[in-house]
């Protein structure tokens, strides 16, 4: 009899452990196929790059060159580090951009153009959706899709060497690239963005 009641008790302890376990089987099983998933990480990583920065061909040999480092997360941080550093390295270009259809212009378009000396045109506002639109909502560096609300709108030759606020010398960039293209940073070093932040989210190693 005490046998019998011993039985029950482990098995209502078992079941009771097994049950959480079956409920949440899908949870456990990432939780442990995440740790060291480098395959998966690898993946996530490629497919995050070519997906968001199509104007970017990334040179992965960094994972090559990283496969004798034994610490599986730190192997991981290298990798992010180098794709970073390539996004920031980047060359381009600025150049003059396309006008915008004339049916589209207004009746003081060509007369806000012109520069007055510390002051935006009274139609900044509409030059700078504008030039999103026609712009696609990319980042003209990078390629990446950004809202209208996280655009930058930059000026190819500065106000004060003579650019104006005409379209063609308007250009849309992402944040990131913004900071890049930025003729008052000191160093290409950019903290605290948008890319590393997503790269670092596919680590697959807590």
Known sequence: MVLDIDFIISGSIIIAILIPLYIYRKKVYNFFTRKGDFKTFEENVKNFLETHYPKIKFDYSIINKSNTKKDEKLRQILIIEDLVSQFINYEYELHTQKSIHNDLLWSTYKQNCKPIKGKLPNDWAKRKEFTYRRDNGKCKRCGVNITSSDANVIFIKPIENGG???????????????????????????????????????????
């Open 164 to 206: 104006g606020y005409n379209f063609e010398n308007l250009i849309t960039l992402c944040v990131d690239c913004n900071k890049i293209l930025n003729p008052n940073r000191e160093n290409k070093n950019i903290k605290n963005s948008w890319i590393e932040d997503e790269l670092l989210k596919k680590v697959t190693v807590n």
